[in-house]
């Protein structure tokens, strides 16, 4: 009978998904089952498909690659284009909203319908939109396609309708904004300039009307040519020919004079009474030499003309530096009166825009501020100070700092978390900013009533770590960790120096944190582990360091154990690893053969210095060389404070390490932790002839069981879930355990070339490789995925099936160093069964079937879908836990799924979620009090604490790459299992709650984010979120508590996005208003002999002139006018329906009765303007009822 229901087992799962030891659990793709159970699992689950829509919520960070810059000096609001397509629209703090053209052309400029709420962007498809930011999220309203020429300039005077649009071949366009239909008034460009003219002026690269008088158009052409355009006499009223090309023109205020800023590194100054040469020709950054010819000069990019009343006109200019000193910064220049001021940034000048006080070109425009756009940071000079200061930034512009390598996500933390972190972080804060506040202030912003602390944690390619406060849609820095400070710095050219050369030594992998207990862990590129411990206090500290060896050696090929078709551990049988709190610690310990063995890759500050206040190394771990061979990367790692136990693991082993006791007290392989019944028949490599970077040969059997075993296992078999197996290491040997026993004990035996475990700052922002998603490509991509991820080539144990190599290209240059997969020919001798651990979780658990009070346990998962179960003794008592070894028990229950273990989460059954236990923070250098004497406090969340019967037992839920399942302690019986997905496989995987309750959330290499119910396993939401994903965003994606979910959508910007329904309907209130109702300032009183003298703009009409009744129609193939969608960005993704019908019917509600609002407050105005007008005009008729003709 038993033989029959393996047979039954074989046709329900494969074997690596099959559950070991457990009633049979198959299921078809994506379909639950419920297997033979113990007892029945009553489970009132209450999320249901409703509960969940996914859309995107706000966007931090600074625009990537950044292209155009615009600003309403009334509304007070920002604007950012990039090349991606994107436009971000910034206002006071809160205020941010991110918006995306569905071309993803580039925008080439922005413009502002200056206190109306609209914005007119022009992008590189020669496309233009009007976009409506009257509501929270600003929608296309219209779309003009030009068809045969290329939008090069683009200009919209202050409150009017018709838009100048300049094209590549010099003509000029004009189009209504209201209609967004195009003029039959066009200024070609052979009307612009004489006949006599040769040669073609070039595309038009300025237009603007005179301040003077708004029927003058000002046309310049980057050939050298400029052109004031009579509009009502259609003529050119003067042309001026420059030899030098021309990059931007800036009016006076008078309208009397411009300025033109040239290619060769000159401004000119013209004067409107003589146009036959320029006025004043200065080269700012252009010395004489002493051959008496000036220095040749770079560009000025662009120039500002701004007047100011009570001192000399700002001249503001980018570029212009003389080419001879090389090495020299891009800088702003700042000319007022006869002083210069050169501001040095860190990167290039994309745009920059003078703030002034009045939206009125023909009035003193009196600058107070210039936003310069860089190519990585946005910032703010204040121009009222004479030493020209810098506003303090309240956006989160530099999450980019250092390249973004890990990110964590933290929801409904501790509410006392986020003020301290602030406060210790604002000791540190940078000084000399501007007093002044922040100018760009538009728009309003509320808290919202759906609000609860959030902290997000993002780690660097240069060691740092930043916690973030992100609670109601925002993001402030709290406080900055610099992790590199805990080592000496690496010597280049010697010793381990020498190979680190210019890498990035201490680029964060991963991070751990507990909110409870404050504990926080770092795990580094070059294999280490730095466990910090928070305090108020400033303290005199030395580090200890722990050197682990985590490495095993070759062996012969593995026979078959009897028990293979049931590697399920016996339970009195089971090989109990032996416990190493005396495991010896050797520092700097060197064999003769090998100058790098028994050394890690850095070197730990031995001495005591004083630390700050805020996080403080306690613990730092490290791996080491053995034989010449560098340690893998840590591929797992978790910590329990109530344990005092931290464990870790790579593709070598595993290490549990007390950070109380300061010792190791675990450090095995994989394999050894299966004792005598592993479930896999592992190979072993023949001894390479030869030290070249390529991989060894595999030995192969002739065994067909051993053949159909590995063409079972998950193509990810060998590889870790994000991070990789190195080809040139070798595979971890079973039969006895293998402790190392310091120098002088047995010595592994290495035979391949080493190289260290880390490139140039492998960041996840600077990763852009597209996944193909078909099923026939799906093994591939992952392998490539991994690949990129680290550098290295491996190989899918199925390689062979495939009968293609796949390159990928890489689109920044920090990983043109990144290996290529290559052909799949050699791949099927290469098929290296090497286990990694790839998770692992504390908590309180049954390590046997016959257990009847849950104990300490470790959740092990490895790449091969393997989970193990290994029991801990931890002493209880205060003084014990100090001084009283931790023992590790024998091995538990063993599962098997499909795929690479993901993620563990407990549930009671009840179905709620069951917390790890933990230590309640206290601060260690706190004074010490004598009547109260400092004792550990925990918090346990025992499997029977919340239910009537005790020892009644708690739900596991494992997520493997491919699978999920459920799992029933004590017994082990496998409750549910869905599997996933067949043709991709799954990133991101965890355990979640939303409304009360509970749910499974996945990110897969597909793109879908999909949730399933717990502990049925129903799958609730399916929605293909990205057609193509890449490896940052595989890299940085993670879910939280209530509904949230986050990546790096560039390497600049962080994403965030929610799938709860209940957070959709309530995003409308918890976002900024982008646009408030204020009142246009009144133009100033020009005078009477100034207005008659100096001509009088106020008398010419615009549509008049540029109207259909005058001007006629366009040409139909000149333009195409595409409506708008006008809808809400959320609403493409919302639930079909009932649901989504209501949120579009209460936006169209929200937005009408903003409408109504404004439309009654214009008429209260009318109405008391009106009342105004009648009252006036009855006083002047009463006061002039009784004179005669000549007394007026």
Known sequence: MKKFRKVLDGLTTSSPGGTMGSP??????????????????????TLVSENFQLCKTVRHGFTYQPTALAFDPVQKILAIGSRSGGVRILGRPGVDCYCQHESGAAVLQLQFLINEGALVTACADDTLHLWNLRQRRPAVLHSLKFNRERITFCHLPFQSKWLYVGTERGNTHIVNIESFILSGYVIMWNKAIELSTKTHPGPVVHLSDSPK????????????????????????????????????????????????????????????????????????????????????????????????????????????????????????TIMHGKAITVLEMDYPIVEFMVLCDTPYINEIQEPYAVVVLLEKDLIVVDLTQSNFPVFENPYPMDIHESPVTCTAYFADCPPDIIPILYSIGAKHKKTGYSQKEW?????????????????????????????????????????????????????????????????????????????????????????????????????????????????????????????????????????????????????????????????????????????????????????????????????????????????????????????????VILCISTVDLYGATDPYQRLTRSPRRNRQSTSGLTELTDNQQSIDMERSKSPTSDHVNGHCTSPTSQPCSAGKP????????????????????????????????????????????????????????????DEHHSTASYCWNERE????????????????????????????????????????????????????????????SIPMDHEERMEDPVTVGPSGAVQMLKGSVLRFAFLDCNGALIQSPYEIWRDQNAPEDPDRPRRRKLVHFSPSSSQDAFGEGHLTVVC???????????????????????????????????????????????????????????????????????????????????????????????????????????????????????????????????????????????????????????????????????????????????????????????????????????????MTSAETFSKHAHELMLKCKDKKWYQF
């Open 738 to 797: 293998r402790i190392p026993m310091g120098p002088e004990g047995p010595r592994l035996t290495r035979r391949g070339p080493g190289r260290p475990p880390f490139r140039k700052a492998q960041s996840a922002a600077c990763m852009e490789i597209s996944l193909p998603v078909s099923h026939t490509e799906g093994h591939a991509s992952r392998r490539a995925m991994l690949q990129q991820l680290h550098g290295v080539t491996m190989y899918s144990h």
């Open 213 to 332: 008088d708004e029927g003058k158009l000002l046309i310049g052409f980057e050939g050298g040519t400029i052109v004031q355009w009579d509009l009502r006499a259609k003529k050119a009223d003067f042309r001026i020919y420059y030899d030098e090309a021309i990059h931007s023109v800036s009016w006076h205020h008078e309208g009397k004079q411009f300025m033109c800023s040239h290619s060769d590194g000159s401004l000119t100054l013209w004067n409107l009474r003589n146009t036959t040469k320029p006025f004043q020709v200065t080269f700012p950054h252009g010395k004489i030499q002493k051959d008496g010819r000036k220095e040749s000069c770079k560009p000025i990019l662009k120039v500002e003309y701004k007047t100011s009343r009570n001192s000399e006109p700002f001249v503001i200019f980018s570029g212009g530096l003389s080419y001879d000193k090389a090495g020299r910064r891009p800088a702003l």
């Open 813 to 872: 240059s920090r990983e043109n160093s990144f290996s290529r997969s290559r052909s799949s020919s050699v791949s099927s001798i290469d098929r290296d069964t090497k286990e990694a651990i790839t998770t692992l979780q504390f908590g309180e658990s049954y390590g046997r079937k016959s257990d009847a009070l849950p104990t300490p346990c470790l959740w092990v998962g490895t790449s091969l879908g393997v989970v193990i179960l290994i029991p801990l």
């Open 24 to 45: 049979s659990c198959g299921s078809a793709a994506g379909t639950p089952t419920a297997a033979p159970t113990p007892r029945d699992i009553d489970v009132q689950e």
């Open 960 to 1166: 493997s790459e491919r699978q999920a399942k459920v799992f029933l302690m004590p017994s082990q019986s496998c409750l549910f299992v869905h599997n996933i997905t067949e043709s991709s496989f799954v990133l991101r995987a965890d355990v979640v709650s939303l409304c009360n309750s509970v749910c499974l959330a996945c990110f897969c290499a597909n793109g879908h984010v999909m949730t399933l119910s717990l502990p049925s396993l129903r799958p609730l939401m399916d929605v293909n979120y990205l057609p193509l994903t890449d490896m940052r965003i595989a890299r940085t994606f993670c879910f939280t508590n209530e509904g949230q979910a986050l990546y790096l959508s560039s390497p600049t910007e962080i994403q965030r996005i929610t799938y709860s329904q209940e957070m959709c309907d309530n995003l409308q209130e918890m976002l900024g208003e982008l646009f408030t109702p204020i009142e246009t300032p009144e133009a100033q009183n020009r005078g009477f002999l100034k207005g008659f003298f100096g001509g009088n703009a106020h008398t010419f009409d615009r549509e008049e002139l540029f109207g259909e009744a005058a001007a006629g129609k366009a040409s139909r193939s000149l333009a195409q006018h595409i409506p708008g969608q006008g809808g809400v960005e959320g609403m493409k993704v919302a639930a079909s329906g009932v649901v989504g019908d209501l949120a579009r019917a209460r936006i169209a509600l929200d937005e009408r009765g903003q409408r109504l609002g404004e439309l009654e407050e214009r008429t209260t105005l009318m």
């Open 439 to 663: 100018p760009i202030a538009g728009g309003t912003w509320t808290l919202g009533s759906h609000t609860y602390p959030e902290i997000i944690i993002t780690g660097h390619a240069d060691g740092s770590i930043k916690f973030w406060d992100a609670s109601a849609f925002t993001l402030q820095m709290l406080y900055k960790l610099k992790t590199s400070k805990v080592f000496e710095k690496p010597k280049l050219g010697e010793g381990r120096g020498a190979d680190l050369g210019e890498e990035d030594p201490f680029a964060v992998q991963m991070v751990s944190w507990c909110p409870h207990s404050r504990i926080f862990c770092v795990v580094g590129i070059s294999a280490h582990i730095i466990l910090y411990r928070f305090s108020k206090y400033d303290a005199n500290t030395q580090t200890v360091s722990l050197e682990v060896r985590l490495q095993c050696e070759p062996e012969d090929i593995i026979t078959p154990s009897e028990n293979e078709n049931n590697p399920c551990f016996s339970e009195p049988g089971s090989h109990s690893p032996q416990p190493h709190h005396q495991y010896p610690v050797s520092p700097g310990s060197r064999t003769p053969d090998g100058a790098k063995d028994s050394t890690p890759f850095l070197k730990v500050k031995d001495k005591t210095v004083r630390v700050p206040p805020g996080y403080q190394s306690d613990l730092v771990i490290q791996l080491l060389w053995v034989d010449g061979e560098p340690p893998q990367q840590i591929t797992s790692l978790d910590i329990n404070s109530a344990y005092g136990l931290l464990a870790f693991g790579n593709c070598n082993g595993l290490a549990v390490v007390d950070y109380i006791q300061k010792t």
